[in-house]
C-alpha cells in the first residue's frame, strides 16, 4: 500500500477560508456532476440494518433516517444502534461531493463502493473527539487502511496533526476559519481503479491521496451514509445536502452525462485525427499508451485543427523529471510575428516540474498571472486540470483546487500585468484575440495528455 506524498505546504487561515467560499460558490456549476439526492425525498436511497451497527436491534433497523429540512438526517434509533443508507444505483470510477453539517458527537462516514452489508472503502466522518475527516478505512476490510493526518481534540475548534506520509494541509491554527462548525462545509471523494486510488477533499482543499495495492473489494458498489456511536441519539443528527455523483469514463471516452452536457472528445486515444504539428505538418510522434507527446513530433506544439473561443477544456497530463510544458489556448495565427516564436500568439498555461507557484510553474498563465499555489503532483504522475475561458475570464483548476483565475480586461498596456509590474509580452491583453487554436507544447522533453475533453460556452453578455 502507498499514500502519495503531497508537494504542497501547509495553508494558512486566510487562504484556506477563500477556499472554503469557492468551493461552496462552485459546486453547482461542475460539469460531469448529477445530483443524487431530490432534496425532498428519499427515492433512490435505501436504509441497510445488514452492517455490524445494526446490532442492538438485532439487525432489524438501520438507524433512524429522514429527510429534514433539504437534508438526509440520520442518527441512532436506541443507543448503540445504526446502519447505512445507500444508493440504488451501483458504480464504479466515480467522485462524489456533498455538503455536510453535522453534531459533533455521532459518528459518521461516506462509503465507497459499498456493499449491503457496509463493506467498503470509508472515507472517514468521524466528528467527535478523537475523530478525524476525510481521512481513509477499510470498513469490514481488515481495517486497512487505516490512514488519517488530524484528529479532533475535546473541542471541535482544536485539532492535532497525525505524522502521516500524507502531510496536513491545515494549520491547527487555521482551523476554525477553516471548518466552519453549525455551517455547511463541502466533502468529497474520488476512486478510480481497481485496486483503488481514492483522492479525498473538505472544501476544496485536498486531504488525503491513498494508493491500494492489494485487490480486496470489488470495483463497483454503492454510495453510503453511516450513522453509529456517540453522541446523544435523541437530539444529535449528521446531515448531508447536494449529493452528486460525477462517473468516470474509461480514458478517452464521454460519459453519458457529459455527452448530454455538451462536451466534445478532443482525442481518440488512438491516432492523430484532429492534432497536427504548430506548422500544419503530420506528428512525427507515435500516440503512446492512450496518450499524445508532443516531444519531437515535429514542431513548437502540437495543435487541435479547430479553433475555439469560448470554453472549459478538461484533460490530463503527466510530466517527465525536469520538463516544461505548456498548454495554449486562443493561439490567433499560426505564423510566428518577426522575432517572436508562436506562444506569442497565445496564451500559455504553464506545466513545470517545479514546486513554486511562480510566473513559470504550473497552473500560471505564464508571465502574466501567478497561481495561488502549487497542486501539482509529483513528475511521473497524472494530474487533472481544467481550464475555462469565458470571455476576458481565465480560471484554472488543478486536480481539483482553484489555482488561477484572471480577467484579461485588466491588462490595458503591452509588457505591463495591472499592477504595473513588467512582463515580456508586447500584448495588452485586454486586446488580445478571443478565439485560436489549443496547443500543447514541445520545450525539451517528454510529456503526456490524454482525456483530453471541451465544452464550448456561449459567449459571455458585455
Known amino acids: 500500500m502507498k499514500v502519495f506524498p503531497s508537494p504542497r505546504r501547509r495553508l494558512t487561515g486566510h487562504t484556506l477560508a477563500l477556499a472554503c467560499v469557492l468551493s461552496l460558490a462552485l459546486n453547482a456549476a461542475e460539469p460531469g456532476f448529477e445530483s443524487i439526492f431530490d432534496g425532498s425525498t428519499l427515492k433512490g436511497w435505501h436504509v441497510s440494518a445488514k452492517t455490524g451497527h445494526s446490532r442492538a436491534s438485532g439487525n432489524t433497523s438501520g438507524g433512524a433516517w429522514a429527510v429534514r429540512d433539504g437534508a438526509i438526517t440520520g442518527t441512532q434509533d436506541i443507543p448503540g444502534n445504526g446502519g447505512i443508507i445507500l444508493t440504488d444505483q451501483e458504480f464504479g470510477d466515480f467522485e462524489v461531493a456533498l455538503e455536510m453539517n453535522n453534531d459533533y458527537g455521532p459518528d459518521s462516514g461516506l462509503f465507497l463502493r459499498s456493499t449491503e452489508d457496509g463493506k467498503a472503502w470509508q472515507a472517514m466522518i468521524d466528528y467527535h473527539a ?14 486497512k487502511p487505516s490512514v488519517r493526518n488530524f484528529s479532533f481534540l475535546e473541542k471541535v475548534t482544536e485539532i492535532v496533526p497525525i505524522p502521516a506520509p500524507t502531510p496536513l494541509p491545515v494549520l491547527p491554527s ?3 476559519s477553516f471548518w466552519r462548525h453549525g455551517q455547511w462545509n463541502e466533502l468529497r471523494a474520488r476512486i478510480v481503479g481497481n485496486p483503488p486510488s481514492i483522492t479525498t477533499w473538505i472544501n476544496g482543499v485536498k486531504m488525503m491521496e491513498w494508493k491500494e495495492t492489494e485487490l480486496r473489494h470489488p470495483e463497483r458498489g454503492r454510495i453510503a451514509l453511516q450513522v453509529h456511536g456517540g453522541g446523544d441519539h435523541t437530539r444529535e443528527w449528521v446531515r448531508y445536502r447536494h449529493i452528486r455523483v460525477k462517473s468516470i469514463a474509461p480514458d478517452n471516452a464521454l460519459t453519458p452525462v457529459e455527452r448530454r452536457e455538451g462536451w466534445q472528445l478532443l482525442f481518440d486515444g488512438k491516432s492523430h485525427a484532429g492534432w497536427m504539428n504548430s506548422d500544419r505538418s503530420a506528428p512525427r510522434t507515435p500516440v503512446q499508451e492512450g496518450s499524445l507527446n508532443p516531444h519531437r513530433a515535429g514542431h513548437y506544439m502540437l495543435v487541435h485543427t479547430q479553433a475555439w473561443s469560448n470554453f472549459t477544456l478538461s484533460l490530463d ?3 517527465s523529471q525536469g520538463c516544461n510544458s ?8 499560426l505564423t510566428p510575428r518577426p522575432g517572436k516564436d508562436i506562444g506569442f500568439n497565445g496564451i500559455e498555461i504553464a506545466l513545470d516540474d517545479t514546486p513554486g507557484a511562480g510566473f513559470h510553474d504550473t497552473g500560471a498563465l505564464y508571465d502574466l498571472v501567478k497561481p495561488a499555489r502549487n497542486a501539482m503532483k509529483p513528475s511521473g504522475e497524472w494530474n487533472h486540470v481544467e481550464i475555462t475561458a469565458a470571455g476576458s475570464s481565465i480560471s484554472v483548476n488543478l486536480n481539483g483546487e482553484r489555482v488561477t483565475q484572471a480577467d484579461l480586461a485588466q491588462f490595458k498596456t503591452a509588457h505591463r500585468r495591472p499592477d504595473g509590474s513588467p512582463h515580456k509580452f508586447d500584448v495588452a491583453y485586454r486586446d488580445h484575440s478571443g478565439s485560436g487554436f489549443i496547443g500543447l507544447q514541445d520545450h525539451g522533453a517528454p510529456c503526456w495528455f490524454k482525456n483530453i475533453k471541451i465544452k464550448p460556452l456561449p459567449s459571455p453578455i458585455p
Open 326 to 333: 505548456g498548454i495554449f489556448i486562443r493561439t490567433s495565427s
Open 174 to 176: 487555521a482551523w476554525p
Open 130 to 143: 478523537n475523530g478525524n475527516l476525510m481521512g481513509i478505512y477499510g470498513e469490514g476490510l481488515g481495517g
Open 317 to 319: 497530463f503527466k510530466l
